[in-house]
């Protein structure tokens, strides 16, 4: 068979069918959700193709309980969730972003609200918003905690590198640049917001997040300009 023919390009990208776990990553960027009479929830607008009986229902995060005056502050399409519901495959997809699956077993995560791509529906999501931020960087630096026990699917712009955080060793990162952190920590702003800053680049160095005690932050290689994103 010509390796450029159509019949090869087809098998080379078509879809695998031997595991059918509930979230299957298809390809880096393509995670494939199994659905048998169940629901997920998946971030709005990443839906890229769906075979079988699924039904769709697009909802605010506020709908889990966020208060009026973040439901003003955050406006944006990173804020919204797609609720999946039925029997059949859903794939779902973010800007190319690289995508992870992990399984809570009783656990904690703490996820940037952008970098949120799928959780099952039993995993409980409390937002809030990081207090001292908001007002700096108006495209939003909302967390998102996940708890419970199941699957859940985040995603980064490249490959991640994750940071040990010690008792005593406080890690600073750029806050358009990390993705998540362990339930156990409580990150706080550090800002050094002079005229110089402001009237040069102003917005990565002079606000970082400062995270401290026992556990793990996850940073990616790139800044994510959140009010970008959001309004495309």
């Not at 080379?12 to 595991?19: M, P, S």
């Not at 659905?35 to 995060?61: D, H």
């Not at 703490?110 to 001292?132: P, Q, R, W």
Request: net charge neutral.
């Amino acid at each position: 068979m010509n390796k450029f023919s159509i019949e090869s390009f087809i098998q080379e990208t078509a879809q695998k069918d031997e595991n059918r776990s509930f979230f299957e990553l298809e390809k880096p960027q393509m995670l494939e959700l199994n659905l048998n009479n169940q629901s997920v929830w998946t971030k709005a607008g990443s839906m890229v193709s769906y075979i079988g009986n699924v039904r769709f229902e697009r909802q605010g995060m506020m709908s889990q309980g966020l208060g009026n005056l973040l439901k003003k502050a955050i406006s944006g399409e990173g804020t919204r969730m797609m609720k999946a519901q039925g029997t059949g495959r859903v794939y779902v997809a973010d800007v190319g972003k690289k995508i992870r699956v992990l399984y809570l077993e009783n656990e904690a995560i703490c996820v940037n609200g952008n970098d949120v791509l799928a959780y099952e529906d039993g995993i409980k999501c409390d937002i809030t918003m990081l207090k001292s931020v908001a007002g700096m960087m108006s495209g939003g630096l909302f967390q998102v905690r996940l708890s419970g026990t199941g699957h859940i699917a985040i995603t980064t712009h490249g490959d991640p590198l994750t940071l040990v955080v010690r008792a005593g060793e406080p890690v600073f990162t750029d806050p358009n640049a990390t993705v998540a952190w362990s339930g156990s920590l409580a990150p706080t702003i550090k800002t050094d917001i002079t005229f110089k800053t402001l009237i040069g680049r102003g917005s990565g160095e002079s606000v970082q997040m400062k995270f401290e005690g026992d556990g793990w932050v996850l940073v990616q290689p790139y800044e994510e300009v959140y009010m970008a994103a959001s309004n495309h």
